[in-house]
């Protein structure tokens, strides 16, 4: 029992991340001039010809991304203030014309540590220190550029040294969570053998090279005066198309895992960087924003991203700032109409009449730092009533129901929307919901935006697919898209279906890296015969330097221990799990799984006290209760066994197999009627669950509920006509009839 619970669960933990178009893609060979070999010179070079635009750039928010501490860069107030904050206190204190920060280090002691550098500018500013290895760290207390004072970034949390968000943990390494997009030609050198990083950058923030790529043969060829020849080609020159700029913006205005250890300008955001796709706690259910996401994804699930707007249309790609201020910049595009009391049913001057208001709802991340969804949706009250997400007309009139909301909308003669039912929220919000057929929908609609639909693809094969709906996802190997090829591979890896090597071998040679680095795992895995190949030496190679590259993650050792796992190389994937938790202490998907690979191996113990462990960091948790459960119960104690799973039945989530197996154990123990009780709990939440059915039609046959029995089988037969094990329970349940009648 224990084994197919724990693998079903252990494998869904990894990356973070108009479906008709190709993705914008670069093929090197095929472009002329572009800067593939080219240094870089820094912003300096570019002031002669480029002035308007570098005085432009220069104090924008890129400009300052990130500066050396000094009198000019430093806001924050260091004149020997104290900031008391959840665990600790902090002295802001200087020494000459050195800024120090006196706060409690790795070791639990307090330190004085020297200020290297800024992080950023308004609404807040971070500061940066050193530790050893070549680690730098950014603080958490912060200082508040508008309200010119100290905060706390974590301000409910008290937050232990061995938490990967503690100020001194991996979530605030400059290394390994900020530098690629807060200076040019980052490179993070990290090494994993001694655990040392010599992170290198040319500009120390987000300089004109960082986006148009580098540019010294561009600098060399007016400098040389070669007026015969065609000019050395830069990236982001304004003929791009609206998707390939807004990938290029991508590269660091997106939640996304890094695929490489070097970014490189001619190839494409998908050879570089996998996306985090709409799924909770980064997304509500359905694809507003909730974590921190930095805009791309929100913006390519958008009518205007399907449209061909951009970036650009909106915000000066210099300075950053928006071109227009209020309704004027969408009326720069949007008929007048949009701008009336008759559209938004609000008095003109009031916060319900701009635009921004009702279609880019926001939140506050970082303490202070508001920030806005880029989906542009329309308000919907009505998804609200049914599934309980947030919308934008509640937002404001938080004294007011959904159903207010739904009514209002209804009385204006603006509900459109929620009755045409085409908006891919409706389904992805039904797949959430438990509706199976909703998310293939979605999957198979080519009008629906890829991140939806790569969305969907994840969450229908984390639900139970009989065999003939596993081979019909085939097609999805060769989608349009790239991201749901991408998923299509990783699905199929989960699945362990050696059906389609063939297929997959192909996708090796795929146009985008990030789907070569997942087809060379599946390869790795199951295609055995193939890993003699050229083609797949070379994508392995790429699979094999992403998993270097993240190897500083807690979640990139997952990466690695999953693999090694696969491969059957267990004492690689214990080491890697156990590497993952000691790089975040409360990385419970980790331990999850490094116990149940210590069960596995003989080792139930040590996997007991792991799961008690997680007991201890997250008390309601239901799932760890669960596995104590299963595992005391192959142990063959009964009585924890019974213990454990009836304590993962009083717990969130809901845990289905919770219910289950406790149902199973206590009719093991002859305790049917207590056994019913929990199927009928269960069933509240999952009322055509077929195995709460099974157990309940056995609960009632023991308890000679003959009627009520037979009535469940029926139903179970009628729904699966090809389990012969249902027909077999009904055979059984009349013979018993049978016998009773006799007596």
Known sequence: MLSKIGLTFSFLLLLLLSACKKDAYINVKESDHVAVNAEFVGDQA???????????????????????ADSVSVLGNFNNIAFEYNGGKANFFKKGSDYYVQITGPDNLIHDYKVKYTFGVTPLQQYIVALDNGEFQCLTIAWDSVKNKWFNLYPDLTIATDEWIHWTGGGMRWNTACADCHSTDLHKNYNPNTDVYKTSFKQINVSCEACHGPAADHVNFYKQGLAKESPQKLFMNGDESSVELVDRC????????????????????????????????????????????????????????????????????????????????????????????????????????????????????????????????????????????????????????????????????????????????????????????????????????????????????????????????????????????????????????????????????????????SSAKFIGVYGHERVNSKKFESAHKEFLDFLEMNSDFSTGQEQI?????????????????????????????????????????????????????????????????????????????????????????????????????????????????????????????APENADLLYVKAIGALELKQIGLARAIAQKLVASFPNQPGYANLLQEIEKRAEKIMLK
């Not at 490489?260 to 980064?282: Q, S």
């Not at 929307?417 to 797949?431: E, P, Q, T, V, W």
């Open 561 to 685: 221990a999953e693999y090694k796992y696969l491969k059957n190389e267990v004492e690689d994937a214990i080491e890697a799990y156990e590497r993952a938790i000691q790089l975040d202490n409360y990385n419970n998907n980790a331990r999850v799984n490094l116990a149940f690979l210590y069960y596995q191996n003989g080792a139930a113990k040590k996997a007991a006290r792991l799961y008690a462990k997680i007991i201890e960091q997250e008390p309601e948790n239901s799932y760890p209760y669960y596995m104590l459960g299963l595992l005391f119960n192959e142990l063959g104690k009964n009585d924890a066994a019974l213990k454990y799973l009836a304590q993962a039945c009083e717990r969130e989530p809901f845990n289905l197999r919770a219910f289950y197996n406790y149902a199973l154990k206590l009719q093991q123990q002859g305790n049917y009627t207590h056994s019913m009780q929990v199927i009928d709990e269960a069933l509240q939440h």
């Open 250 to 517: 991508a590269r660091c205005h997106s939640r996304r895992t890094q695929l490489t250890k070097d970014y490189k300008h001619h190839e494409g955001f998908k050879d570089h960087y996998l996306e985090a796709l709409l799924t909770p706690p980064l997304y509500e259910g359905d694809g507003q924003i909730n974590d921190e996401v930095y805009v791309y994804g929100s913006f390519k699930q958008s009518k205007m991203y399907h449209n061909g707007i951009s970036c650009k249309d909106c915000h000066d790609v210099h300075s950053l700032k928006l071109k227009k201020q209020g309704n004027a910049l969408c009326l720069s595009c949007h008929e007048p109409k949009y701008n009336s009391e008759a559209h938004h049913n609000h008095a003109n001057g009031t916060p319900g009449s701009e635009c921004i208001n009702c279609h880019m709802t926001g939140k506050v991340y970082m303490g202070n730092d508001f920030r806005r969804d880029h989906s542009f949706r329309i308000p919907r009250p009505d998804q609200s009533v049914a599934y309980g997400t947030p919308n934008a007309c509640n937002s404001c009139h938080n004294d007011k129901s959904a159903e207010w909301a739904v009514k209002a909308l209804h009385s204006w003669g603006t509900d459109k929307a929620m009755s045409d039912k085409a908006h891919f929220s409706d389904y992805l919000l039904a797949g959430y919901s438990g509706n199976k057929e909703a998310f293939y929908y979605l999957l198979n609609n080519p009008a629906f935006p890829e991140i939806a639909r790569a969305t969907a693809l994840r969450n229908y094969t984390n639900m139970s697919l009989s065999e003939a709906e596993v081979k019909q996802l085939k097609k999805f190997l060769s989608d349009s898209s790239a991201l749901v090829r991408n998923e299509a591979v990783v699905s199929y890896t989960k699945f362990g279906d050696t059906s389609v090597v063939n297929t997959i071998e192909k996708l090796l040679n795929d146009t985008v890296r990030v789907v070569r680095i």
């Open 46 to 68: 570019c002031i002669s010809c480029h002035q308007k635009e570098y005085d432009s750039w220069k104090g924008s928010h890129h400009d300052q991304a990130m500066k050396v």
